[in-house]
């Protein structure tokens, strides 16, 4: 019910449509702004779990569990002073009847240095190169290496004897690449 004036006065009916047609979006943001609000203060108060920046994993106890599942002796290098072993295991490859030794090692100045090793075919050792390409060959310790090379600085270093290949792969410097090569042309013969 409105005056003369056309102002609508407090508590009529007019008003009450109006106050309820007009309230429920005002209402609704007002809901939603209560419910993050809520939501930030349990967030802020939850306890954040510790997260380790950097995972280290002993790749010599991983490989002395794995040996007996592998028909290959297992190579397992030393590393150098401030290198790091982040990722180690021994897994069958895809669908095949190949078991690959995988094993990842971090070093200073931002190198890495993975091997993975398989008693396989000299194809499974091609396919782990990706569309590097092929650079040089070189003898380490007694064994030739094939190396392949990327654009981004990556290196693939292949090596087999018997049925059982390895294939290094590494953006680091050639000092570290060829202490590992070495390790490995050792532990193949």
Known sequence: ????SGVMLPGSREEMRFLRKNSNWVNMIIAI???LAVVVVVLL???QPEVDSERVVDYQA????SQDSADFDLVVPEIPSGWTSNEAGLDRVGDS???SWYMSFVGT??????????????NWAENQ??????AETVTVGGSDFQIYRTEDAKEYWVT??????VVITAIATPEAINSFAQQVAEQLN
């Open 33 to 35: 702004l209560a419910c």
């Open 129 to 134: 190169v990706d569309e590097a390409v092929a």
């Open 1 to 4: 019910m409105a005056d003369e």
């Open 97 to 99: 009847d190949y078991v």
């Open 109 to 122: 100045e931002r190198q890495w240095v993975s091997i993975d090793q398989a008693k396989a075919s000299e």
């Open 62 to 65: 991983i490989a002395e569990q």
């Open 160 to 165: 087999g004897k018997g049925d059982t290949f």
């Open 45 to 47: 108060i939850a306890p």
